[in-house]
C-alpha cells in the first residue's frame, strides 16, 4: 500500500501563528464581537466566500467573520481556489497530496474528485505549485478550525483568459451546490511602488476605497464580464482575479438556469489602516453569496 502523503505547511509562523493554541485562541478573537445573527438568517444557504490571504494580523479577521457566518452548515467538500504569486502556468493546478497539514491538524483531500478532474483539459498535478504557494496555505487554519471534518479540492490557478474562465466553470459546475462550499482567496488592490502601481498619489484611503469599490460591485452584480473589464481598464492590482472569475462564470450558469442567489460584502479594510503607512498598501474584502 502506497503510504500517504501529506502537503507540509510552509508560511506558518511567518503568515500565522505556528503554536496551536496560540493560533485557535488567534482565531476565536477574531470573532469574538461579531454577530452573525445580523448578517444572515439561519436558514440561508451559503454557496461561496470570497476571502483574502495576507498574514493574519492584516485580513485574518476580514476572512474568519465570513468564514464563521458558514461554521454550523454541513458541506460535503470544499472548493478552495487560490491563485499563482510564485510560478507561471496555465489552467488548474491540482496536487497529489492526500492531505494537508496545519498546526491544529490535518485536512483530508477529495482524492476522488482530483482523479476526475485530471481527465479534463487545464486540470494537472503540479505539486511543486502547492509547495510554496502561501494564497492556498493561508486558508488552511481558519478551514480546519471552522469545518474540521470537511475535506478540501484544493485549486491554484494560473493564468486563465475570458474563454478559459468559461470552460472550467463548465467542468468545475457540478461542484456549485449546498453540499459544496467554495472559499475563493484573493486579496483587492496592491498599492505602491513595491507593486508598481500608483494610479493616485492624493487622497490614497478614499482612492483605494473607490477602486476596490468598483470592482467589488461587479461582484456583488454577479457580472464576469463587467469584472474582468474593469480590472483590464484601471489596472486594478486585485491578485484573485482569475479565481474570482471562475466562480462568478459558474454563479452566474446557476442564477441562468433559475435559481435564485444573492450576495453581500462581509468586511473591507486595508493594510494602511493598521501601519498607517499607505504608500505601501494593500487591501482585503470579505463577501459572501448564499441562497
Known amino acids: 500500500m502506497q503510504a500517504s502523503t501529506v502537503r507540509v505547511p ?50 485574518g479577521k476580514t476572512a474568519a467573520t465570513a ?33 494537508y497539514n ?40 481558519l478551514i480546519k478550525h471552522y469545518f474540521p471534518d470537511t475535506p478540501i479540492l484544493p485549486l491554484i490557478c494560473g493564468n486563465v483568459d475570458t474563454t478559459l474562465a468559461k470552460d472550467i466553470a463548465k467542468t468545475l459546475l457540478p461542484l456549485w451546490n449546498n453540499e459544496t462550499l467554495w472559499i475563493v482567496s484573493s486579496d483587492f488592490t496592491h498599492y505602491g511602488l513595491q507593486f508598481n502601481y500608483i494610479p493616485f498619489k492624493n487622497d490614497i484611503p478614499e482612492n483605494l476605497k473607490k477602486l476596490d469599490g468598483g470592482a467589488i460591485e461587479k461582484i456583488l452584480n454577479i457580472d464576469s464580464a463587467k469584472f474582468t473589464d474593469y480590472v483590464s481598464r484601471t489596472g486594478a492590482t486585485i491578485c484573485g482575479r482569475n479565481p474570482i472569475n471562475i466562480m462568478l462564470n459558474v454563479a452566474e450558469i446557476y442564477k441562468s438556469k433559475g435559481h435564485s442567489l444573492h450576495t453581500k460584502l462581509i468586511d473591507y479594510t486595508t493594510s494602511g489602516e493598521l501601519t498607517g503607512d499607505f504608500r505601501h498598501c494593500v487591501s482585503y474584502a470579505s463577501i459572501i453569496f448564499y441562497g
Not at 504569486?85 to 493546478?93: D, E
Not at 491544529?104 to 482523479?115: A, L, P, Y
Request: charged share 20%.
Open 10 to 59: 510552509t508560511v506558518a509562523g511567518q503568515f500565522y501563528e505556528n503554536n496551536p493554541n496560540k493560533l485557535i485562541s488567534t482565531i476565536k478573537d477574531f470573532t469574538r464581537d461579531f454577530d452573525s445573527d445580523i448578517i444572515l438568517s439561519p436558514n440561508s444557504e451559503i454557496f461561496s466566500l470570497i476571502v483574502p490571504h495576507a498574514g493574519y494580523v492584516f485580513s
Open 67 to 99: 468564514m464563521s457566518l458558514a461554521k454550523n452548515k454541513r458541506y460535503k467538500q470544499i472548493v478552495l481556489i487560490a491563485p499563482t504569486h510564485n510560478v507561471s502556468f496555465t489552467g488548474i493546478a491540482l496536487s497529489s497530496y492526500d492531505s
Open 102 to 141: 496545519t498546526p491544529i491538524g490535518n485536512i483530508s483531500v477529495t482524492k476522488n474528485i482530483i482523479e476526475n478532474l485530471i481527465e479534463k483539459k487545464w486540470f494537472k498535478i503540479n505539486n511543486r505549485v502547492h509547495d510554496i504557494e502561501h494564497s492556498l496555505e493561508v486558508q488552511l487554519p
